[in-house]
């Protein structure tokens, strides 16, 4: 019987692995069918293990939204789970176990910075001749701006399509927050690099709107079909293309899968490249015997390893390329949020706000439509 009792989080700092673990799995089944876990593939296993579906953000807010349980407990970062609230119903309430795990790509590109470039780009250029994209791994109110704006949000998944759409539809785009998702997938698609440039975010002021020019000129900005914000994901930057050069000659024949997030060098050294839903379904269905080096965060490399042991497989780097940000949600943060839910306590509930979640839906409708 719930009671409004709050847990304090220092309570489960020390606590053994195996009284969080026994301590969850209660929770959980007091809870039952009015509480969802998802737990992100970048997922640590201590966590993920307790995930009733594991998946991308999107895939992951689509089962919540399905699912219509009351309580979604979302073990990824911040912005997927705005997304998991903003197409969840009304009486649903998402909860993410450590509210300081953000996503480092997606906070390099904020609405006031967004807003400004748009304003110098569209006086150049007019705003009838170009629409914004947002990759999914960025903040409500910049999806929002793009619903409003007319454009889209795209996945790792869907960004060509995406892109082919936007530029059938008004000739030009400006791409957001990844500057590599947004070359890889234009590249592929054909379009030469010279009609692709980068918006610099922190360029200094001077604009036609006093906003920043992204260092670029005018013409530049005329003759570009795509401009891309320079941002980027930190794990995915630190794979190289000498990383790809080392397997290839020490293990001859071994296959080379790159997420999109990585540089443009890597993915063209790299055989395949694709989403991390189109990395674990290529490992998966590869036949056995077949040996891969994987260039996508450490925690789904190594259980892809520890899933398909008739397959040898490598993690594409020296360094450990962690997504340190999700690591932050731990068995601790989610014992701690599960234990004040049987309370009665919300805690760490994410909530966008309304009219941003109804612009950020129609952009995020468009992309499903497409
Ligand atoms: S892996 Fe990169 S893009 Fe994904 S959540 Fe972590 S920092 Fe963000």
């Given at each position: 019987?719930?009671t409004n009792?709050?847990?304090?989080l ?13 301590r969850?799995i209660?929770?959980k089944?007091?809870m039952g069918r009015?509480l969802?876990?998802l737990?992100?593939h ?17 895939k992951?807010?689509?089962e919540?939204a399905k699912?219509?349980?009351e309580?979604?407990?979302f073990?990824g970062?911040?912005f ?9 119903g009304?009486?649903q ?5 450590d509210?300081?795990a ?5 906070d390099m ?14 006086h150049?250029?007019?705003?009838h001749?170009i629409?914004p994209?947002?990759?999914?791994n960025?903040?409500a ?11 889209s ?5 869907s960004a060509?399509?995406i892109?082919?759409?936007a530029?059938?539809e008004h ?5 957001f927050p ?12 054909g379009i030469p ?5 980068v918006?610099r ?9 006093g906003?920043p ?8 900005i005329?003759?570009?079909?795509i401009?891309?914000?320079d941002?980027?994901c ?5 794979f190289?293309?000498k990383?790809v050069?080392?397997f ?7 296959n080379?899968?790159v ?6 060098e890597v993915?063209e ?10 990395i674990?379904?290529?490992?998966k ?11 996508t ?12 042991p008739d397959?040898?497989?490598?993690f594409?780097?020296?360094t450990v390329?962690l997504?340190?940000?999700?690591y932050?949600?731990d ?8 234990e ?5 306590t919300?805690?760490n509930?994410?909530i966008?706000?309304?009219e941003?979640k109804?612009?950020?839906r129609?952009?995020?409708e468009?992309?499903?439509a497409l």
């Open positions: 019987m719930a009792k709050s847990h304090l220092e309570d489960y700092l020390d606590l053994s692995a195996d009284d969080l673990d026994k969850i209660i929770a089944e007091t009015r969802l876990i737990g992100h970048y997922q640590q296993d201590d966590v993920i293990k307790f995930a009733d579906f594991r998946g991308d953000s999107l992951l807010s689509q919540a699912s219509d349980r309580f979604i407990v073990c970062v911040h997927m789970a705005e997304t998991a609230d903003i197409i969840t009304e009486h309430k998402v909860i993410l176990p509210i300081t953000g996503c480092s790509m997606a590109a904020n609405l006031y910075k967004v807003e400004n470039a748009w304003k110098d780009i569209t150049i250029v007019g705003e001749n629409l994209v947002t990759y999914i960025s903040s109110d910049l999806k929002a701006f793009c619903g409003r704006k007319g454009g949000v795209c996945t790792s998944s060509e399509r892109i082919r759409w530029l059938g000739g030009k785009i400006f791409f990844d500057e590599h998702l947004g070359r890889n997938s234009a590249v592929k698609m690099e010279e009609e692709i440039i918006w975010r922190d360029e200094p002021m001077g604009g036609p709107m906003g020019m992204g260092g670029n000129d005018k013409e530049k005329k003759k570009a079909r401009i891309l914000w941002g980027f930190s794990v995915h930057m630190l190289l293309p990383h050069e080392y290839r000659e020490r293990y001859p024949g071994i080379v899968i997420h999109p997030e990585c540089r443009r993915v050294l790299s055989d395949l490249c694709g989403s991390t839903e189109y674990i379904n290529r490992i269905e590869s036949p056995a015997g077949t040996a891969w080096a994987i260039g965060e450490i925690n789904l490399v190594n259980r892809l390893r520890k899933e398909q397959k040898t497989i490598f594409l780097s020296p390329c997504c340190s940000t999700m932050r949600i068995p601790q943060h989610l014992c701690w949020a599960l004040n839910l049987v309370e009665g919300v805690v509930q994410i966008v706000p309304e941003e109804r612009w950020a129609v952009a995020l468009r992309m499903l």
